[in-house]
T-cell receptor
Framework: GAVVSQHPSWVICKSGTSVKIECRSLDFQATTMFWYRQFPKQSLMLMATSNEGSKATYEQGVEKDKFLINHASLTLSTLTVTSAHPEDSSFYIC???????????????FGDGTRLSIL | KQEVTQIPAALSVPEGENLVLNCSFTDSAIYNLQWFRQDPGKGLTSLLLIQSSQREQTSGRLNASLDKSSGRSTLYIAASQPGDSATYLCAGGVNSGNTPLVFGKGTRLSVIA
């Protein structure tokens, strides 16, 4: 079945560092990918929609200059947390749907997530 | 705007018990509903997907139902096992095509041996 791979799975870095997270669709093409954030014991909240070949769409309250999204190809989207601070520490997870396998009737497939800890 | 609510927030049951997790949504024009399992510190595992035209889906010991008119979905787990302990999330897709999911806060299930 369709698989979404996310890398890295865990990052610990100093405040002020920029961190890049990759999301890949392994056996299908994804013109759109979604980035979510999850704080401890909270649900997943949509951050932005990543669109191949065009600008990402950000949810209200999400700083686009802070969270840079690049959807460079049909199988790869990246999220860069720029100048990360401790309050950016969270679980980041991406998803995509294999539209080629039946369109909107297909489930969303999620990566394993990236746990970001900023010291 | 679609909102998804899950009750209870946490549930503890003895092994072998059948249980029901509840999910409600505000927009009855829901396109599909997906149930996920999340283990601590891990990503999401898709369990069941119910299309708006369907009333239920089954996979092994899991059965999910969807009632659009009442804005509810349930996840039934039969003969629960300690390995079922996890957080269960339901999420609704509002439109057809490639749109994001709206998640509930989840139900944290503990199955006691």
């Amino acid at each position: 079945g369709a698989v979404v791979s996310q890398h890295p799975s865990w990052v610990i870095c100093k405040s002020g560092t920029s961190v890049k997270i990759e999301c890949r669709s392994l056996d299908f093409q994804a013109t759109t990918m979604f980035w979510y954030r999850q704080f401890p014991k909270q649900s997943l909240m949509l951050m932005a929609t990543s669109n191949e070949g065009s600008k990402a769409t950000y949810e209200q309250g999400v700083e686009k200059d802070k969270f840079l999204i690049n959807h460079a190809s049909l199988t790869l989207s990246t999220l860069t947390v720029t100048s990360a601070h401790p309050e950016d520490s969270s679980f980041y997870i991406c998803s995509a749907r294999d539209l080629g396998a039946g369109g909107g009737n297909q489930p969303q497939h999620f990566g394993d997530g990236t746990r970001l800890s900023i010291l | 705007k679609q909102e998804v609510t899950q009750i209870p927030a946490a549930l503890s049951v003895p092994e072998g018990e059948n249980l029901v997790l509840n999910c409600s949504f505000t927009d009855s024009a829901i396109y599909n509903l997906q149930w996920f399992r999340q283990d601590p510190g891990k990503g999401l595992t898709s369990l069941l997907l119910i299309q708006s035209s369907q009333r239920e889906q089954t996979s092994g010991r899991l059965n999910a139902s969807l009632d659009k008119s009442s804005g509810r979905s349930t996840l039934y787990i039969a003969a629960s096992q300690p390995g079922d302990s996890a957080t269960y999330l339901c999420a609704g897709g509002v439109n057809s095509g490639n749109t994001p999911l709206v998640f509930g806060k989840g139900t944290r299930l503990s199955v006691i041996a």
